[in-house]
Structure formats: structure tokens, C-alpha cells
């Protein structure tokens, strides 16, 4: 099993910065696709964000030359870093790990940007 836990969500004004993280324990294989998605209320769950285990990334149109996903394997942890925020960004933000054995998601962390 693989637990999933992410931080670093909060309120933040437009054109602000946030750096989310997501932390993996458990059962771990070296090999894996790590995800952001985020979930706005009344719309469907959107992929954010994905890195692979060799650093390779893609992002959606809609966050490019924003949003930077990164990773460090040693830590286990991956992280997206959140720059010139807008309202239509404010969200659920969660973490999923992809290995051969399916997928693993975490509870997610609560994005807001507003005045």
C-alpha cells in the first residue's frame, strides 16, 4: 500500500505563489508517474501536472509557464510550485502516485485565490 499526503494549500491573493507537496510512504517502487490534479467545485477532476521517475514533465495548457512540478526521489516527495495564481485556479489539489500496480491519491489540499 501507499499513503499519499499533501501540504501546503491556503488562500492566496491573484498573482501570488503557492508551493504545494506530496509526501509517499509505504510501499514504494523506484519506477512510478506522479501526478497533480485539481477538482473545482461543480467540475470534474483535471490533470495539472505529471512528472516521471527520470524527470521527464508535461503540464496543461492552462498552467504552462506557471506551474513547475518537480520531484525528489530521495525524499519521496513531489512538489508543484504555483506562480501567478488566478481565481480560476482555486481548487482541490491532489496528489497521485502511478506504478505498475495502478494508482494511489492522496486527500488533497485546499487552494483559494481571492482579494
Known amino acids: 500500500q501507499v499513503q499519499l499526503v499533501e501540504s501546503g494549500g491556503g488562500l492566496v491573493q491573484p498573482g501570488g505563489s503557492l508551493r504545494l507537496s506530496c509526501v509517499a510512504s509505504g510501499s514504494i517502487f523506484s519506477t512510478n508517474i506522479m501526478d497533480w490534479y485539481r477538482q473545482a467545485p461543480g467540475k470534474e477532476r483535471e490533470l495539472v501536472a505529471r512528472i516521471t521517475t527520470g524527470g521527464s514533465t508535461n503540464y496543461a495548457e492552462s498552467v504552462k509557464g506557471r506551474f513547475t512540478i518537480s520531484r525528489d526521489n530521495a525524499k519521496n516527495t513531489v512538489y508543484l510550485q504555483m506562480n501567478s495564481l488566478k481565481p480560476e485556479d482555486t481548487a482541490v489539489y491532489y496528489c497521485?502516485?502511478?506504478?505498475?500496480?495502478?494508482?494511489?491519491w492522496g486527500k488533497g489540499t485546499q487552494v483559494t485565490v481571492s482579494l
Open positions: 497521485k502516485m502511478n506504478d505498475i500496480r495502478g494508482g494511489y
